[in-house]
């Protein structure tokens, strides 16, 4: 049963550039969340969501920042004009249906460096 | 704003001593959650604790959730280096579906 899929690991972008970042959740995992990590500090959450559906947006910047999940394929964290300052590790969770203690399960983030 | 404020942010000890790492917030979390965060990995989850007064053990780790359910802890008996890494508690607020994060505690143990 493999676990919480990201690619790529490591992206570099120029300043201007859009960033992807792809998650796939554990199989029947039907929830995704999206934290970002900035060096030394803590995970903050940025999105929930379910398939073809944002149910919590409020960790995300109004601008450049966008994701989705949809009903077939991975889920998307997308930035567009990268800057400087979304230099971070992003992580993807997901969690089952029923997960009614919320317990998510971590993929092994993407870095993004923006140079 | 909820807040999680987790302490000592860094601990270094020999290995053999025992340890214990708090998260306390103001407000009262529907469950908590603790992870081990390696370097370059993402976090593994630890454990899960959602009743007040609970006490979870995993080999040398034991995990506790006040009885109002508004603090954790961790201890770690007999600490290893092995045990080295990044601990981080999250607490879920009135089943919202995010996790709020502490700060972290990064711990070495030296051998």
């Known amino acids: 049963n493999a676990g919480v899929m990201q690619n790529p690991r490591h992206l570099v972008r120029r300043r201007g550039q859009e960033a992807r970042l792809r998650c796939s959740p554990m199989k029947g995992h039907s929830h995704v969340y999206w934290y970002r990590q900035l060096p030394e500090e803590g995970l903050k959450f940025m999105v929930y969501l379910q398939k073809e559906n944002i149910i919590d947006e409020s960790g995300m910047p109004k601008e450049r920042f966008s994701a989705e999940f949809p009903k077939e394929g991975p889920s998307i964290l997308r930035i567009q004009q990268v800057v400087r300052g979304d230099s971070a590790a992003y992580f993807c969770?997901?969690?089952?249906?029923?997960?009614?203690?919320?317990?998510?399960?971590f993929g092994p983030g993407t870095r993004l460096t923006v140079l | 704003t909820q807040l999680l404020e987790q302490s000592p942010q860094f601990l270094s000890i020999q290995e053999g001593e025992n340890l214990t790492v708090y998260c306390n917030s103001s407000?009262?979390?529907?469950?908590l959650q603790w992870y081990r965060q390696e370097p370059g990995e993402g976090p593994v989850l630890l454990v899960t604790?959602?009743?007040?007064?609970e006490v979870k053990k995993l080999k040398r780790l034991t995990f506790q959730f006040g009885d109002a359910r508004k603090d954790s802890s961790l201890h770690i008996t007999a600490a290893q280096p092995g045990d080295t890494g990044l601990y981080l508690c999250a607490g879920v607020f009135s089943n919202t579906g995010k996790l709020i994060f502490g700060q972290g505690t990064t711990l070495q143990v030296k051998p």
């Open positions: 969770a997901s969690s089952p249906p029923e997960a009614g203690y919320n317990e998510q399960f």
């Open positions: 407000s009262v979390f529907s469950s």
């Open positions: 604790v959602v009743t007040g007064g």
